[in-house]
């Protein structure tokens, strides 16, 4: 269980920021969850649970996707079950139970860059963006590329509204975390491919991509691709499955996505 010295409930996000830096103790409240899962003792910890992040809001071509809306929301949100042919339900429906997804916030997963998670390769192949306080706009590639964490505060993820998507798991139990995962979508701008749980961050399969976005696709093209995305990306192993294991496995759940998506 993580423990801290002092407890703040914020008004803005211009007094969570600036407790922030006074300290690399100091840390930003999400759901919590998954800090309860470790031993860490932290100075301050900022709650942002009043600063109105929980929201998933339809405007113009985008969803916006606020910071503390949990996973149980993305399940439910009507908004998000028409989205990309409700993907983000998916890839959150099956993790744990009920209880836990309703503790779970978007922001405090993607902004940690979890290697087991199910939501970020989602994001990833839906082309996300994340909106950081000082830092702005950036795309959710380029941030999970960035070594470490920032010293910054996750607002919200921002999605485009158009496309179809598949997302594909494996685990050795219902409410277990997966062994693997991937995400394929389609808009007009082509096909984007994430692999998940590798077991480390998400990635995406560039040369898969560029064989299906420069052919016309066939069976004969899928293999190609899938082929490509086994030696492209690197899987490594851990107590859930071994990287060789996880890369014949993502074989057949990239295959299966991309048909999906035609």
Same mark, same amino acid.
Request: one cysteine or more; charged letters at 25%; a positive charge.
């Given at each position: 269980?993580?423990?801290?010295?002092?407890?703040?409930?914020?008004?803005?996000?211009?007094?969570?920021?600036? =407790?922030?830096?006074?300290?690399?103790? &100091? @840390? +930003?409240?999400?759901?919590?969850?998954?800090?309860?899962?470790?031993? @860490?003792? #932290?100075?301050?910890?900022?709650?942002?649970? &009043?600063?109105?992040?929980? #929201?998933?809001?339809?405007?113009? *071509?985008?969803?916006?996707?606020?910071?503390?809306?949990? !996973?149980?929301?993305?399940?439910?949100?009507? %908004?998000?079950?028409?989205? !990309?042919?409700?993907?983000?339900?998916?890839?959150? /429906?099956?993790?744990?139970?009920?209880?836990?997804?309703?503790?779970?916030?978007?922001? $405090?997963?993607?902004?940690?860059?979890?290697?087991?998670?199910?939501?970020?390769?989602?994001?990833?192949?839906?082309?996300?963006?994340? +909106?950081?306080?000082?830092?702005?706009?950036?795309?959710?590639? &380029? #941030?999970?590329?960035?070594?470490?964490?920032? /010293?910054? %505060?996750?607002?919200?993820?921002?999605?485009?509204?158009?496309?179809?998507?598949? !997302?594909?798991?494996? /685990?050795?139990?219902?409410?277990?975390? $997966?062994?693997?995962?991937?995400?394929?979508?389609?808009?007009?701008?082509? @096909?984007?491919?994430? @692999?998940?749980?590798?077991?480390?961050?998400?990635?995406?399969?560039?040369?898969?991509? =560029?064989?299906?976005?420069?052919?016309? %696709?066939?069976? *004969?093209?899928?293999?190609?691709?899938? *082929?490509?995305?086994?030696?492209? %990306?690197?899987?490594?192993?851990?107590?859930?499955?071994?990287?060789?294991?996880? /890369?014949?496995?993502?074989?057949?759940?990239?295959?299966?996505?991309?048909? =999906?998506?035609?």
């Amino acid at each position: 269980m993580f423990s801290f010295k002092n407890y703040l409930a914020v008004t803005s996000l211009e007094e969570a920021y600036n =407790e922030l830096l006074k300290s690399k103790k &100091n @840390i +930003i409240l999400g759901g919590t969850s998954y800090l309860r899962m470790g031993n @860490i003792a #932290y100075n301050t910890a900022i709650d942002i649970s &009043n600063l109105s992040l929980n #929201y998933i809001k339809n405007e113009g *071509e985008y969803i916006h996707i606020g910071a503390m809306t949990s !996973f149980r929301d993305l399940e439910t949100s009507k %908004i998000t079950q028409n989205l !990309f042919n409700g993907i983000l339900d998916k890839c959150v /429906r099956g993790i744990i139970g009920v209880q836990f997804r309703t503790n779970v916030t978007v922001g $405090a997963t993607v902004f940690s860059k979890y290697g087991f998670s199910d939501l970020i390769p989602t994001l990833l192949a839906m082309d996300a963006s994340v +909106i950081l306080y000082k830092g702005g706009e950036i795309s959710l590639e &380029n #941030y999970l590329k960035e070594e470490g964490l920032r /010293r910054d %505060i996750l607002v919200e993820v921002k999605v485009k509204k158009d496309g179809r998507g598949s !997302f594909q798991s494996i /685990r050795k139990s219902k409410t277990d975390y $997966a062994i693997t995962n991937t995400c394929v979508t389609k808009t007009e701008a082509g @096909i984007r491919l994430a @692999i998940g749980v590798r077991p480390g961050k998400a990635v995406l399969a560039y040369k898969a991509m =560029e064989i299906l976005n420069n052919n016309e %696709i066939t069976d *004969e093209i899928i293999d190609r691709a899938c *082929e490509a995305m086994t030696k492209e %990306i690197i899987f490594g192993s851990n107590m859930r499955g071994t990287g060789e294991y996880r /890369r014949a496995v993502s074989k057949t759940l990239v295959k299966r996505a991309i048909k =999906e998506v035609l």
